[in-house]
């Protein structure tokens, strides 16, 4: 069974190479999804730890999962994210 990938920027699972992001030769990224990183740099370079943390938990608010998830999810995920490669800093 392979290992599943997440984007090392935003935590988001990457199900196949549809969501994977580009690296600037058009080959996809290994580590990014598309919605973080495009033509080999990130699509917004400016964006800060705790911005990235806001639109993370905003995407989990507008989920279908169980109301008692979702408030797990938004309350670990700046823990995910600080172990994410573009946030180890």
């Known amino acids: 069974m392979a290992k599943k990938a997440f984007c090392q920027s935003c935590g988001m ?5 549809s969501y994977k992001g580009t690296q600037a ?3 996809f990224s ?4 598309i919605y973080c990183y495009m033509q ?7 964006l800060t730890f705790d911005e990235m943390v806001e639109i993370g938990r905003k995407g989990l608010d507008n989920n ?3 109301k008692m998830q979702k408030w ?4 670990l995920y700046p823990m995910q994210l600080k172990g994410l490669k573009r946030w180890k800093n």
């Open 13 to 17: 699972p990457i199900a196949d190479d």
């Open 25 to 27: 030769n058009g080959e």
């Open 30 to 33: 290994t580590d990014y999804c």
């Open 40 to 46: 080999g740099r990130f699509v917004q370079p400016e």
């Open 64 to 66: 279908s999962m169980p």
């Open 72 to 75: 797990l999810f938004k309350r």
